[in-house]
């Protein structure tokens, strides 16, 4: 299931577009300079490792990182649990990523497992890209975004860098999140 949802950036009930269509998601992104792309989906064990994915998707992953330069490769992995120390965690990479911010290069996720949303703030809109299992989201360095993983998060997603530095966000200090739907609001979206 992939997802693009386009509101207003004033008004989370002022919807221009929405669609699961991926090829008309890709379109519409295109003009932005933003990349999705489809990689086939691997059969994977229910709970993947980080090593399942990476050698699972180590041919795809291996091209694309010698055709564009890539750096560092890595794996980021949460998986839902009921007890405290799981949940904290679970709270603290959510609030994190929930922060609107920018990156230096460009931000390239494929999304091998579960599901996560990048709201990627255009102008006077945001553009909420639910991802799931095969996509590949290549977001251009400056764009400011944030990501929701959910109340509950379940995914592995693959990350691509051209700096040995791995994840530095630039944090815009907009708290436009806490108005914008949920990852788990936009999954109940027919
Ligand atoms: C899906 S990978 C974790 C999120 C992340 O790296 C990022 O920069 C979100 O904006
Ligand atoms: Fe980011
Ligand atoms: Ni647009």
Redesign the pocket.
Known sequence: MTLLHVMSDTDRNDVRLSTHDRAAIAEHLRPHDITLSTWRAVPLPGEPSEVDIITRYEQPARQLTREAGYEVVDV?SLRPGSDAETRKRAAEARAK?LAE?S?DED?V?F?AHGF?C?YLHLDDRVHAVV?GPGDLLAVPAGIP???D?GENPN?S?I?FFRTAGG?V?NFTGDDIASRMPSLDELLDIP
Do not use: K, L, S, Y
């Open positions: 980021v990523f911010h990156h931000e996720r999304f996560g990048f991802c975004h944030w990501f993983m995914f997603a990350r994840w966000g």
